[in-house]
């Protein structure tokens, strides 16, 4: 979930306690998104501490914090060092288990962006030196003791499945951590997961080749997270419109209904026999394959050519 801060449609106060006690009554676990606000109102704990009111099992503090454009501010290192520091203090006044994520780290390509994802690492240094000699001085705070979030968007498995920008990222991280790549998921959480569809090789205007590029990445996503034992939150649950754009890279629609597995055919046109444990399960839609996945289901041997034919 997002905090106000987020979005003019993301809770806040009394809404947000709602909200959150509504999923965790299902059962689940919520990983909440506090992004920066306003720099003028960066430290400004009133929304630190009504965020930390809704208790969230986890709580990511910021996000895109090293990203400049039209629509994102970025974060000097030296105050998102204050403004973290604040948060985790917020948080845990509330709920001490709670987990504390390291704002996210911009969606890059490992192949192709190597500086850029060195300089995420620089960024990452600085703060660590600003919270060591600044916000608390002569402190021994880390970022690779810490949990950092990372968002990933690329179209990984298409146009093959040796595309697998995921796969690269956490190669990159887990070097950057000093650490095995099967240790990466105490250090790294996927916050954000999806495929792309626009500027970035897959034809935005053909409705099959987004639609095989979407199912590709969702899964191949889902089972290299897995692999590593790294969390993953797909992003998002529905379709949206932003910028005066159509985002169909939900597993739901814009109206919160289910989606086929191929979304430009109709319900049922493609379907997977999931293996879980000694039982079969029949998925049509995509939220049923992300829990069946989620839940260590294992895939038919034919899953590939279903979906892309």
Same mark, same amino acid.
């Given at each position: 979930?997002?905090?106000? #801060?987020?979005?003019?449609? $993301?809770?806040?106060?009394?809404?947000?306690?709602?909200?959150?006690?509504?999923?965790?009554?299902?059962?689940?676990?919520?990983?909440?998104?506090? @992004?920066?606000?306003?720099?003028?109102?960066?430290? $400004? &704990?009133?929304?630190?501490?009504?965020?930390?009111?809704?208790?969230?099992? &986890?709580?990511?503090?910021?996000?895109?914090? =090293?990203?400049?454009?039209?629509?994102?501010?970025?974060?000097?290192?030296?105050?998102?060092?204050?403004?973290?520091?604040? @948060?985790?203090?917020?948080?845990?006044?509330?709920?001490?288990?709670?987990?504390?994520?390291?704002?996210?780290?911009?969606?890059?390509?490992? /192949?192709? *962006?190597?500086?850029?994802?060195?300089?995420?690492?620089?960024?990452?240094?600085? =703060?660590?030196?600003?919270? %060591? #000699?600044?916000?608390?001085?002569?402190?021994?705070? #880390?970022?690779?003791?810490?949990?950092?979030?990372?968002? %990933?968007?690329?179209?990984?498995?298409?146009?093959?499945?040796?595309?697998? %920008?995921?796969?690269?990222?956490?190669?990159?991280?887990?070097?950057?951590?000093?650490?095995?790549?099967?240790?990466?998921?105490?250090?790294?959480?996927?916050?954000?997961?999806?495929?792309?569809?626009?500027?970035?090789?897959?034809?935005? %205007?053909?409705?099959?080749?987004?639609?095989?590029?979407?199912?590709?990445?969702?899964?191949?996503?889902?089972?290299?997270?897995?692999?590593?034992?790294?969390?993953?939150?797909?992003?998002?649950?529905?379709?949206?419109?932003?910028?005066?754009?159509?985002?169909?890279?939900?597993?739901?629609?814009? &109206?919160?209904?289910?989606?086929?597995? /191929?979304? *430009?055919?109709?319900?049922?046109? /493609?379907?997977?026999? =999931?293996? @879980?444990?000694?039982?079969?399960?029949?998925?049509?839609?995509?939220?049923?394959?992300?829990?069946?996945?989620?839940?260590?289901?294992?895939?038919?041997?034919?899953?590939?050519? #279903?979906?892309?034919?």
């Amino acid at each position: 979930m997002g905090y106000i #801060t987020c979005g003019a449609g $993301d809770p806040a106060g009394d809404a947000l306690k709602d909200a959150i006690h509504a999923y965790r009554s299902h059962g689940m676990h919520v990983l909440l998104t506090i @992004c920066q606000p306003q720099p003028s109102h960066l430290l $400004d &704990a009133r929304y630190l501490n009504d965020a930390a009111q809704g208790g969230a099992d &986890a709580v990511q503090c910021g996000n895109e914090e =090293m990203k400049s454009g039209p629509f994102n501010i970025y974060i000097p290192p030296q105050q998102f060092a204050a403004f973290y520091s604040l @948060c985790e203090k917020a948080i845990h006044a509330v709920n001490p288990s709670a987990v504390i994520v390291l704002g996210s780290l911009d969606p890059h390509i490992a /192949r192709y *962006d190597v500086q850029l994802l060195l300089s995420e690492a620089h960024y990452l240094d600085a =703060m660590q030196q600003a919270m %060591n #000699t600044q916000v608390h001085r002569g402190g021994h705070w #880390t970022w690779r003791s810490q949990i950092v979030g990372l968002i %990933n968007s690329w179209h990984d498995g298409y146009p093959s499945l040796s595309v697998d %920008n995921l796969r690269d990222l956490f190669q990159f991280w887990a070097f950057e951590f000093h650490i095995d790549q099967n240790q990466l998921g105490d250090h790294l959480w996927v916050v954000e997961d999806t495929g792309c569809f626009k500027g970035c090789g897959v034809n935005a %205007n053909d409705r099959q080749q987004v639609a095989i590029a979407h199912i590709l990445a969702l899964i191949v996503d889902v089972q290299t997270a897995r692999a590593n034992h790294v969390p993953l939150f797909f992003f998002s649950a529905r379709d949206f419109f932003a910028s005066g754009v159509y985002w169909p890279i939900g597993i739901l629609n814009n &109206a919160g209904q289910a989606k086929p597995l /191929r979304q *430009d055919l109709p319900m049922g046109s /493609r379907s997977l026999i =999931m293996t @879980c444990g000694n039982l079969k399960t029949k998925v049509i839609n995509q939220e049923q394959l992300l829990a069946s996945m989620y839940q260590g289901c294992r895939l038919p041997d034919n899953w590939y050519a #279903t979906l892309v034919h």
